[in-house]
């Protein structure tokens, strides 16, 4: 009880200190296992391990001590790996690669293989390793991993074309990884090494492709469908998911040895792109199981290594050697050899080359894979697990420490925020996000209602449900290129809240909200005026204008006094409500309390305004109404 409770308590601490210090978890959870496992073997009375994640019988009275009996360790481990990767499927949704669908389809497969074949080989050569024992090596770093590549996304703020590539091929080359693994574990446990394996081995990968993605996509369809007709009930819903996934993956392990990844990742993939009520609910505690999970597991893995193991990289310069071939020579030559038709730079692809860390399924599959085939006498099989972790831990250390520095020498840090998140996904949001997204802005639109995403993601705009009371949107890395925040919901407390919790996160070039009915009525000016999206148009007016003409229009302006004009007639009408300046470059400006500071007389400005279209002016009159440009 005391080992399974320190674990969880020690785990949990370690995702604290990761989060405070900003590094990826997997860094502080290896270290703890290691110091509870085989580095405290040095200073304990008996010599024997702290935590011993193994269950074994000691003594002459046999008497035991350890966790997990038998095979239960490997049991608990892929389970536990398959929950992880279903959340990592919920991420993935197809309108995000757009733009760099070519590199990151590229990445996981060409290099993939280069990897694969580049790593065998040099673990052979270098390390003296068997050619089976080399290339199970090759295929078990061939992942980078998501637990350890969204710390680098959401504490770094990449461009978009990096960070999209980094996090889908975290994603997707998981199962990929964990495929080839199968299949060069296959070998070795196979004792016909002819061509009697080869039609094995390819029968084998067909039956895990055919049975792993089928019943992924039909139980992923199932469960959507689950979902949507509210068959469960709402408190047992994200437990039933979890029962769901379990089954699942236990299903088609049955069905083809293995297969249970890969079923998991497509019905993720699949929950992903469909309109899932309650996606963010589900999506929430499935991210809550899988830090529980990631905690206990590190630490159970790195305390499973023996100091014979961990003598094996420290008494021979051979594993750093393997090491820095790895890191300096395979990485680049994969990245660069994929994404040389892509639309990436030359920078971008160097950065991406440097960021390359090692996550779970390496770890995980490397314990499993491992212990079984040192149990069997399969030589070389011992280095496996601590030639694993070298990797894992060598590669985060150094992507934690050095990507920011990296990042900002090769220019790939997005300088200038232009996003646009909108909160509140009503109509005349939806209308003013449209012409945004026209104009070449990314928008996202935040709401609570899921209907209202929904609708939201039919126009093709970018929408995220939920509460900004209890959910933080810190931790939402799509949202790293945003720098205007617009609160623009009915409630006038929750557009007050919004600019005081998220304005500086999203709202480094501008924040602002609707002005209440209250603050119009009363003629003055609020405390935070700066934070007026429109000074003289509550949410009553837009929700009017939306009504009677739901289109934005740019009038072209040729005088100041025009603009001014034009002003006092939009407030006049009612159904006119003024949104932005537009300059001559294209770039937007949010309207200031006093317009006569502007200058429009160069020519080429346009205004900008949802409703009803404008009359002519002709008369001048005088109006009253400081705004950074959007």
Known sequence: MEELAGIIILGIFAQWFAWRVKVPAILPLIVIGLVVGPLSTLFTADGSKLISPIFEVIGEEGEGRGLFPGESLFYFVSLAIGIILFEGGLTLQFREVRETQRSILRL????????????????????????????LFAALIIVTGPTVIAPILQNIPLNRNVSTVLKWEGILIDPLGALVAVLVFEFISSTDHGLGFTGEAVRTFVQIIIYGGTLGFLAGYGLFQIIKRELVPHYLLNV??????????????????????LA???????????????IKEILSFKESLSVLLISILFILLAANMNMSELRLLTEDWRPLALFGFVILVLRPLSVFASTARGNLDFNEKLFISWVGPRGIVAAGIASLFGLKLAADGVPGAEYITPLVFMIVLGTVLINATTAQLVARMLGVIQDSSNGVLILGATDFALTIAEYLDEQGREVFLVDSNAGNIKRARKKGLRGIVANIYNSDLSDEYD??????????????DVNQYAISRYEELFGERGAYRLITTEEMKAGGMPDDAEHLFSHTDDFINFSEAQRE???????????????LDLLIVAREENYSVPLFLKAPDGSLQILPHDPESIDVDGGGYHLVYLGVKLPNVKQPREVTQDRGEL
């Open 479 to 492: 949202l790293l290129d945003v720098g205007y925040l617009l609160a623009l919901t009915g409630s006038n």
């Open 549 to 563: 003409a739901a289109v934005v229009h740019e009038r072209p302006l040729y005088s100041q006094r025009e603009l």
């Open 240 to 261: 039933f998911i979890l029962a769901y996934v379990l089954l699942v993956f236990v299903l088609s392990d049955q069905l083809a040895h293995e297969s249970g990844l």
């Open 108 to 135: 996981i497969s060409i290099g993939s293989l280069i990897t694969f074949l580049g790593a065998g080989l040099a673990a052979h050569f270098i390390m003296g390793l068997g050619w089976s024992i080399s290339f």
């Open 264 to 278: 998991v990742v497509v019905m993720g993939l699949v929950l992903a792109n469909k309109d899932v009520p309650r």
